[in-house]
């Protein structure tokens, strides 16, 4: 049987961060119809915890779309020169389960949490937001400064990294590709203070940003600490902010972030306002004051993977690309 093979040069060039956020913003509306099954992802850690491999699967109806991601997740890869996500995305036909694609999850994966934080931003951030902070300089740092552009007139960016280096190509290489003014800076306080975006993006287990950091009226995509043994928020900036989760069921069972500032007593089981697809179909309130801290966890859904990765599969299907390859027994 024929099953496309979609690589990630492909997705690349087939799935725009504004496709995506298309595709997200259908996918958590029929999220918030009841119309998505995902269950909480499956990790297995190697006992040394260097690296891991997560199982996403899920389903979305209407249009339908069966699918799982396999991915491999190596925090430290990145010193080696290698990337620190890799795996796929497989797409199902959901009315006999035939194998219909094989997709490239390090591009999707890229792409969709991007789309997924600039959304939120949409969503939440004040309308003339223009300052941008960065913490991290590894893949999502690049996807969240093309995918933020799109939501909001980014005018300045700070970059601060674990590794100065880092920052300084970064800063060298986005202004380059994005023709903006971005400027490397020597710690995360430096990069936060004054910043109306934020956007946490490292793999670090402590936290790097501080509530006390936080102007008035900011907004904070918390991405990198997607499962229990990062960390990237102190209490204090939990606490300060009015808080959105892409899903309430991962952010109790996987954020440090949220975790660590409940059983601190910064705040109590209520604090979570409501989650992305509630603000998508506007049943819950984003920001409701100019002068609110909103801040949106990231912990990554099996609806985003499978809602970008239908995306580029159409896209692949219209344009006659990708690879046709003979898997399942012949009948
Ligand atoms: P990369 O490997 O490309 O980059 C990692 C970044 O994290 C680098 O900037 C690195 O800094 C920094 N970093 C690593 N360890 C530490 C540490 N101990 N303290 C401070 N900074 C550190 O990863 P990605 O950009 O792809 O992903 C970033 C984070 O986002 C990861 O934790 C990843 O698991 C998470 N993620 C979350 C998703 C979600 O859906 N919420 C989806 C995808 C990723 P440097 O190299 O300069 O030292």
């Known amino acids: 049987m024929d099953t496309l093979v979609i690589s990630a040069a492909l997705v690349?060039?087939?799935l725009s961060p504004e496709d995506c956020i298309e595709a997200l913003e259908a996918a958590?509306?029929?999220?918030?119809?009841?119309?998505?099954?995902?269950?909480?992802?499956?990790?297995?850690?190697?006992?040394?915890?260097?690296?891991?491999?997560?199982?996403?699967?899920?389903?979305?109806?209407?249009?339908?779309?069966?699918?799982?991601?396999?991915?491999?997740?190596?925090?430290?890869n990145r010193q080696r020169g290698k990337p620190s996500h890799q795996g796929i995305?497989?797409?199902?036909?959901?009315?006999?389960?035939?194998?219909?694609?094989?997709?490239?999850?390090?591009?999707?994966?890229?792409?969709r949490t991007a789309a997924a934080s600039a959304l939120a931003t949409r969503l939440l951030a004040r309308e003339d937001a223009s300052v941008l902070a960065l913490l991290g300089t590894g893949v999502q740092a690049k996807e969240h400064l093309r995918?933020?552009?799109?939501?909001?007139?980014?005018?300045?960016?700070?970059?601060?990294?674990r590794t100065p280096d880092h920052a300084q190509e970064f800063a060298r290489r986005a202004e380059e590709v994005e023709g903006l003014r971005v400027l490397a800076v020597s710690t995360a306080e430096r990069a936060v203070r004054g910043a109306?975006?934020?956007?946490?993006?490292?793999?670090?287990?402590?936290?790097?940003?501080?509530?006390?950091?936080?102007?008035?009226?900011?907004?904070?995509?918390?991405?990198?600490?997607?499962?229990?043994?990062?960390?990237?928020?102190d209490a204090q900036a939990v606490a300060r902010s009015r808080l959105f989760?892409?899903?309430?069921?991962?952010?109790?069972?996987?954020?440090?972030?949220?975790?660590?500032?409940?059983?601190?007593?910064?705040?109590?089981?209520?604090h979570l306002i409501g989650e992305l697809e509630e603000l998508?179909?506007?049943?819950?309130?984003g920001r409701t004051d100019p002068a609110q801290i909103t801040l949106f966890k990231s912990l990554g859904l099996a609806l985003e993977d499978l809602a970008a990765a239908q995306r580029?599969?159409?896209?692949?299907?219209?344009?006659?690309?990708?690879?046709?390859v003979e898997i399942g027994a012949p009948h």
């Not at 900011?218 to 991405?223: K, L, T």
């Not at 309430?248 to 705040?267: H, P, Q, V």
């Not at 998508?280 to 309130?285: A, D, H, M």
């Open 147 to 161: 995918a933020l552009r799109t939501v909001r007139p980014i005018r300045e960016v700070r970059v601060w990294s």
């Open 196 to 233: 109306e975006i934020v956007c946490t993006l490292t793999a670090a287990r402590s936290p790097v940003l501080r509530g006390e950091w936080l102007m008035q009226g900011a907004h904070v995509n918390a991405v990198g600490a997607s499962t229990r043994a990062f960390r990237e928020l």
């Open 12 to 14: 690349r060039e087939l």
């Open 28 to 76: 958590l509306t029929a999220a918030a119809r009841g119309d998505v099954v995902q269950p909480l992802r499956a990790v297995a850690w190697r006992p040394d915890a260097q690296g891991a491999v997560a199982g996403m699967p899920g389903y979305i109806g209407e249009p339908a779309v069966l699918g799982a991601k396999v991915i491999a997740v190596f925090p430290d």
């Open 245 to 270: 989760a892409d899903s309430a069921a991962s952010l109790r069972a996987e954020s440090a972030d949220y975790l660590g500032a409940l059983e601190e007593g910064a705040i109590d089981g209520a």
């Open 89 to 111: 995305v497989v797409l199902h036909d959901p009315t006999d389960g035939r194998l219909m694609a094989i997709i490239d999850a390090g591009e999707i994966t890229a792409i």
């Open 280 to 285: 998508v179909t506007g049943s819950v309130p």
């Open 312 to 324: 580029v599969f159409d896209a692949s299907v219209a344009q006659g690309r990708g690879v046709h």
